[in-house]
């Protein structure tokens, strides 16, 4: 009896030390899973450096877009010097993607000319440094494009924040309700009201919503068709947060990610709700509620993750008309105004931060599935 109690221990160390080495090796995987995510999405950032670069860079010239027909000679070639403009082209770009890159090599000069932030190693004539990067200066304002571009990104991070949480809610209810109720009225209305939001452009139901709600029913909702994330105090005119012109454009650009959350949901939930475990679930005598929302929904939202994470990186990215039809200040508006003015710095910047945005929000979405559904986790 003792030898087995003995055989017993033995037996449980050894099971203890295998347990902690899947752990080890489930985390070492996890590590390199995250470390090559972060790679190819570092590759495709330089993609879209390349691609707005080429894009933009050969748009106008950029000493007469930033002093207007009236500059002299001397002053238009020190512009096209500080801009590489008198380089050949492969030497432009090459002085874009150091400028834009977190790691880059810079004179002593070149660091106290655009102000760089950031820690530096002296090798000789150039500086290594690990740094903010830097997305030049404005042709109007002569302001740093990456101050600008920091302004307006709050009320857009807001804004795609408030759509998606609206959207997500009401659409995952949406759905669930839709798959309970299939075949009666409740589930035909769910689905055509959300074909009719998948259908409708964003810009027509902007307009739309502005006019009504904005101005013909204004007095009812207490809303207007324009304002940002702040509003001026009429008597000490400080600006201070004013969430209510928020409403109609997070409703707005929230309608088509609910109409497809809604549907994906319903037929996700419903597939699962034929699966074995479901009935087995029902055989033990659980709960309905908590076969739905526990055993069902959970192992349904897979689909819906996706689509809500990509709607989001969406939202981010592309905002644009409904930000400038609602007057909402935010990179989306920043950048339609700088098309108009023709400020391409702040227009490639803003692609930038926007794609940067996407990548991390696909990463961010993998490591959710493995937390929602332990079938996609990579151990």
Known sequence: MEEWRKGGKEEGKKGDKGDKGDKGEGIRNMIRYIFNKIFYGGLVLLGVVVLVFFLFQGFGDPSRLVLGQRADQATQENIRRDLY??????????????????????????????????????????????????????????REVGTIIAEALPGTLMLAVAAMLFATFAGISLGVLAALKKGIWL????????????????????????YLFGFVWSRFTGLHMTGSWFDLDTESGKPYLSLANLILPALTLGI?????????????????????????????????????????????????????????????????????????????KLTVDALEKLDFPVVMGAVLVSAAFFVLVNILADLLYGW????????
Do not use: C
């Open 85 to 142: 403009l008198d380089q050949p082209k492969w030497k432009q770009f090459l002085g874009y993607l150091n400028d834009v890159s977190p790691i880059g090599l810079h004179t002593e000069e070149e660091i106290q000319r655009k102000n760089l932030k950031g820690i530096f190693l002296d090798l000789g004539s150039r500086e290594l440094g690990m740094k903010r990067p830097y997305l030049r200066t404005s042709y109007q304002s002569r």
């Open 256 to 332: 088509r990610p609910l109409a497809i959350i809604a549907q994906l949901t319903r037929a996700s939930l419903l597939d699962v709700l034929e699966q074995d475990f479901i009935r087995t679930a029902r055989a033990k005598g659980l709960s309905e509620r908590k076969i739905i929302w526990k055993h069902g929904l959970r192992n349904a939202l897979n689909p819906v993750l996706t689509a809500i994470t990509g709607w989001f990186a969406e939202l981010l990215a592309g905002a644009f008309f409904v930000e400038y039809i609602f007057g909402w200040k935010g990179l989306g």
């Open 187 to 210: 589930d035909t209305t769910t689905i055509l009201t959300s074909i009719l939001g998948i259908s409708a452009p964003s810009f027509f139901m902007a307009i739309a919503i502005a």
């Open 372 to 379: 929602v559904d332990p079938r996609a986790r990579i151990n």
